[in-house]
């Protein structure tokens, strides 16, 4: 059974910092590349970030580009994304899941950018 559990979402001030989080389990995590993905309130789920099987090629949205930073653990099955700078607009609830992938979401984390 795929399995996505994303943690480390909350309330921080613009300018702030947070650091997600996501265990993956039920595929061959090593198999896959990875992403995060989010959806604002009233707008479609959209991409954030990508990072290939091996880690060592990544790809971010232009809004996101220079500030946030994905990675992964292939010993740890997780993907974690590093948000820096953080604006109003990534006021979001952040989900990880295989590239692609159209199904198997996880809960998701809520992250609230406000003063």
């Known amino acids: 059974q795929v399995q996505f559990v994303e943690s480390g979402g909350g309330l921080v001030q613009p300018g702030g910092s947070l650091r997600l989080s996501c265990a993956a389990s039920g595929f061959p995590f090593t198999s896959y590349y990875m992403a995060w993905y989010r959806q604002a309130p009233g707008k479609e789920r959209e991409l954030v970030a990508r990072?290939?099987?091996?880690?060592?090629?990544?790809y971010y949205a232009d809004s996101v580009q220079g500030r946030f930073t994905i990675s992964r653990d292939n010993r740890k099955n997780t993907v974690t994304l590093q948000m820096n700078n953080l604006k109003p607009e990534d006021t979001a609830v952040y989900y990880c899941n295989r590239y692609g992938a159209r199904g198997d979401w996880g809960q998701g984390t809520q992250v609230t950018v406000s003063s």
């Open positions: 990072i290939s099987s091996s880690g060592y090629n990544t």
